[in-house]
């Protein structure tokens, strides 16, 4: 069953540092989404993206992140100047209209980050 | 915008007896109800979800109902097995009006059934 991957497991980093979590959504999807889960609290959509584009964002989501599908296969979110409240699960999530919806979204297993 | 809550917060079963998992979504736009299991140090997985043109849904041991005029939906799960055990999250979008659109999670419910 094709999946969403997403590397590295692991990342540590210090503040100020940049880092870019890199994703793999299922191949023919056309959304593709980051979330963050700071440990211990809910999952929280950051941004949306399609057709080469953002289509939404959070308010989490601000000039220190941004997003690019450098390739074909290849969904990345870069955090330009690390900080400590950065640290959280970061999980990529693709999907694939539906009826004319893309509803149904799909998970990768996470990018755990930690910043020092 | 949306608000999704979810109760309870944690919920102990026997292995073999029933869990209910209610949720409650404050937009009435809403019309696309996930539910996800999420295990210890893995990513949430679809397990079952259901469309605001439908009142129930049922997959095996996993069942849910959305109630639309209270804005209340449910994951009822039976039979409980220790591999149920889990964190389980309810969430909400409008996935069907827009091309795509975020899911709103609820906070969660950690569930242990215990053998």
């Known amino acids: 069953e094709p999946e969403v991957t997403q590397t590295p497991s692991h990342q540590v980093t210090q503040m100020g540092q940049e880092v870019i979590l890199r994703c793999v959504p299922i191949s023919n999807h056309l959304y593709f989404y980051w979330y963050r889960q700071i440990l211990g609290q809910k999952v929280e959509f950051l941004v949306s993206f399609y057709n080469n584009e953002i289509s939404e964002k959070s308010e989490i989501f601000d000039d220190q992140f941004s997003v690019e599908r450098p390739d074909g296969s290849n969904f990345t979110l870069k955090i330009r100047s690390t900080k400590l409240e950065d640290s959280a699960m970061y999980f990529c999530?693709?999907?694939?209209?539906?009826?004319?919806?893309?509803?149904?979204?799909?998970f990768g297993p996470g990018t755990r980050l930690t910043v020092l | 915008g949306e608000n999704v809550e979810q109760h309870p917060s944690t919920l102990s079963v026997q292995e073999g007896d029933s869990a209910v998992i209610k949720c409650t979504y404050s937009?009435?736009?809403?019309?696309?109800f996930p539910w996800y299991k999420q295990e210890l140090g893995k990513g949430p997985q679809l397990i079952i979800d259901?469309?605001?043109?439908?009142g129930e849904k049922k997959d095996q041991r996993i069942a849910v109902t959305l109630n639309k005029t209270a804005k209340h939906f449910s994951l009822h799960i039976t039979e409980t097995q220790p591999e149920d055990s889990a964190v389980y999250f309810c969430?909400?979008?409008?996935?069907?009006?827009?091309?795509?659109?975020?899911?709103?999670f609820g906070p969660g419910t950690s569930l242990s059934v215990i053998p």
């Open positions: 999530a693709s999907s694939w209209p539906s009826g004319g919806s893309a509803d149904t979204q799909y």
């Open positions: 259901i469309r605001s043109n439908v």
């Open positions: 937009d009435s736009a809403s019309n696309y």
């Open positions: 969430a909400a979008s409008m996935g069907m009006k827009t091309s795509y659109d975020k899911v709103i």
